[in-house]
């Protein structure tokens, strides 16, 4: 593990009151300031993942791990209070329905403020002010109006930007953005996307991003991690990811991506099959009834290649690297 | 906002009008000559004759209707044949039995209906979630002259802590009046108290559901600031409309109950003015009936306006 590393994943478990296991084995580090996007098909349990590091998880689900440790605190053995001392003051969320995590009765200042004002013995007059300067900041020009505003009266973007500048609110050192694009026109995705760059360089928050879309991981990520059906399947720099992938899931993820120079007419490619939602608590590699690469070394537990920048779990790559 | 206050007070007056009108139309038709039931079957042909006259039954239905409306708008609601009475008197004398009735027993509704849903939602498949849906189920299915009678021999007769029928007035001392009223209040609590506990369970689980107490977890509110100020503020405008409707209802007059505890309240003036064939008066009682109903949905909404500001600023609700 290392020292500087704001987020520390090893051997996460997410299992359902009914048993079923949603995540498995899922190891993760990111270290201060860098960007580690989480990429995946829709139910690979990004998004679990993302709440059992904040301890957001729903009340029937369960989160162990061999450790957990986010910004050099360990979340499983926090009580409740100090967990909620630890949201409010030291990390961030952005989430990825920016209808209903406004509260739609309460006005914007209300609810920009009445975290902050919970942690941080100040006046509610300091704590507008800051509130109305992360407006500004997140690149909203009539703050006045938006603090003044009920969430119903903001537009979907503006709404995403209340909803980031309430995440720095705190001046976090980690932001988690649950896919924070999708709800979002291509336009105002690409602002977003920016704001989270700038975030990221200018105030050196490190931030874990889920997202469906790769072009954006690429773009804006220092790492990647891929995950299918609840596993890590490859880890390392984005750039080292997306020019050689190496597992056959990134790879069939990548050749999936609609690029712009090709034919119109042609059909787009997909990966045959479905993720599968149960039977994900076994050693077995789960991606080898859709594997196009899938050879005799693939039956029984998979294993995995630990390089130093790189983690690729399918026993293939392991054989044909000789390890 | 003034625009849409007006627009609402307009649209109650209009109410009131059609009603008032649909009344008078539908009591003309009901067979049965008014003068020869105030003047009795004995009475001759000519004074039975006179007195329709005397009364303007024999002009068009038009101008007995305006007659009448123009009066109650003077003040003048007519006098009761049975009573001989003004209408409007005899309304004021029942007004504070109905009343404080009415009011009581939302008063016992809403804040047990609070209490039992706000709590069963928190916890819920809990065993106190559980008595909530039993009074839920027991409170809609329970026939009120059964309980009102249970009551009676049980609270009443049996421990003696009521009077068993009967209305004591204001006059007479608050504590004496409440003890008169606590009973019949208490009947319609429980039947009101099914609907709405479902009412504040529901929209408090709906809530708690909602993406917005994610936010305020993740900014690390206390769990009871966050139920407060997120939960509650968003569950309140559902069971606000609903016992509003409620107590509009209640300020009507309730039949039965008023006529199994003895109370001279508005629903018993009714039954009278039916059994009677006292048209005035009902004309008066249902025209009095609507007022209220119209006007207590006009506060509602008003109360509603203040909490929501989708409504107030004019917009459609923003909330899911």
């Not at chain 1, 003044?148 to 001046?171: H, K």
């Not at chain 2, 079957?41 to 004759?49: F, H, M, S, Y």
């Not at chain 2, 993740?218 to 069971?239: D, E, F, N, Q, W």
Request: proline share 5%; glycine share 8%.
């Amino acid at each position: 593990m290392k020292q500087d590393a704001v987020l520390n994943i090893e051997g996460l478990t997410v299992r359902a009151a009914s048993g079923d296991v949603l995540v498995r084995d899922v190891s993760l580090t990111l270290g201060a300031q860098e960007c580690l996007g989480i990429a995946g098909e829709s139910g690979s349990g990004k998004t679990v993942t993302a709440k059992s590091v904040l301890q957001l998880l729903p009340p029937d689900l369960r989160a162990s791990a061999r450790s957990l440790s986010v910004l050099g605190k360990d979340i499983l053995s926090m009580t409740e209070p100090e967990r909620r001392r630890f949201l409010g003051c030291e990390v961030g969320f952005v989430p990825q329905n920016t209808v209903a995590y406004l509260h739609p009765l309460i006005k914007v200042k209300r609810q920009l403020t009445d975290g902050y004002l919970c942690y941080h013995d100040t006046t509610k007059r300091e704590a507008l002010e800051r509130a109305h300067g992360l407006l500004e900041q997140v690149g909203i020009r009539d703050a006045s109006r938006v603090m003044e505003s009920y969430p119903g009266e903001l537009s979907g973007g503006m709404r995403q930007r209340v909803n980031i500048a309430m995440a720095l609110m705190s001046d976090p050192k980690l932001i988690i953005a649950d896919e924070p694009t999708t709800a979002l026109d291509c336009v105002v995705q690409q602002q977003v996307v920016e704001l989270f760059h700038s975030i990221n360089t200018q105030r050196h928050v490190a931030i874990v991003m889920i997202s469906h879309d790769l072009n954006l991981i690429r773009r804006y990520c220092h790492k990647v991690a891929v995950m299918y059906a609840g596993q890590v399947v490859e880890t390392g720099d984005s750039q080292a990811v997306f020019t050689s992938p190496k597992h056959p899931y990134t790879k069939a993820l990548l050749s999936v991506v609609p690029r712009v120079d090709q034919d119109p007419a042609a059909r787009l490619s997909e990966i045959p099959g479905y993720v599968p939602e149960t039977g994900r608590d076994t050693d077995e590699c789960l991606f080898r009834p859709r594997c196009a690469e899938c050879t005799q070394a693939c039956s029984g537990a998979v294993r995995c290649l630990r390089g130093a920048d790189r983690f690729v779990r399918c026993s293939k790559v392991c054989e044909e690297a000789g390890a | 906002m003034l625009k849409l206050l007006v627009r609402r007070l307009l649209s109650a007056l209009a109410v009131l009008f059609v009603v008032s009108f649909i009344t008078f139309v539908v009591l003309l038709c009901i067979p049965g000559d008014a003068a020869q039931l105030v003047l009795g079957v004995d009475a001759t042909p000519e004074k039975v004759a006179a007195l329709r006259e005397a009364m303007g039954l024999n002009e068009p239905w038009y101008i007995q209707y305006l007659d009448w409306i123009g009066g109650v708008l003077r003040g003048d609601w007519g006098t009761s044949y049975v009573y001989g009475e003004n209408v409007w008197t005899l309304l004021c004398q029942r007004l504070p039995v109905t009343f404080s009735v009415a009011l009581l027993s939302m008063l016992i509704a809403v804040v047990l209906s609070a209490v039992l849903g706000i709590l069963a939602a928190l916890k819920k498949d809990s065993p106190l979630d559980i008595l909530a849906r039993t009074v839920m189920q027991l409170g809609g299915a329970l026939p009120s002259f059964w309980l009102a009678m249970l009551f009676m021999l049980f609270f009443a007769s049996y421990l003696g802590w009521f009077p068993i029928t009967g209305y004591t007035p204001m006059s007479e001392g608050f504590g004496a009046c409440l003890r008169s009223i606590a009973l019949p209040s208490f009947v319609l609590a429980i039947g009101e108290l099914g609907i709405l506990i479902r009412i504040v369970r529901s929209s408090m689980l709906t809530a708690l559901d909602q993406d917005f107490m994610l936010s305020a977890r993740v900014k690390g509110l206390p769990p009871r600031a966050a139920i407060v100020r997120y939960a509650l503020r968003s569950a309140v405008i559902a069971p606000i409309t609903i016992s509003g409707m409620q107590l509009a209802k209640l300020l009507g007059g309730t039949v039965i109950v008023e006529t199994i505890f003895a109370l001279p309240g508005i629903g018993r003036l009714m039954l009278t003015a039916v059994e009677q064939r006292d048209i005035t008066l009902l004309q008066g009682i249902v025209l009095f009936i609507t007022s209220m109903v119209v006007l207590v949905s006009l506060v509602t909404d008003l109360i509603v306006m203040a909490v929501n500001p989708a409504i107030r600023t004019g917009e459609e609700a923003v909330s899911r």
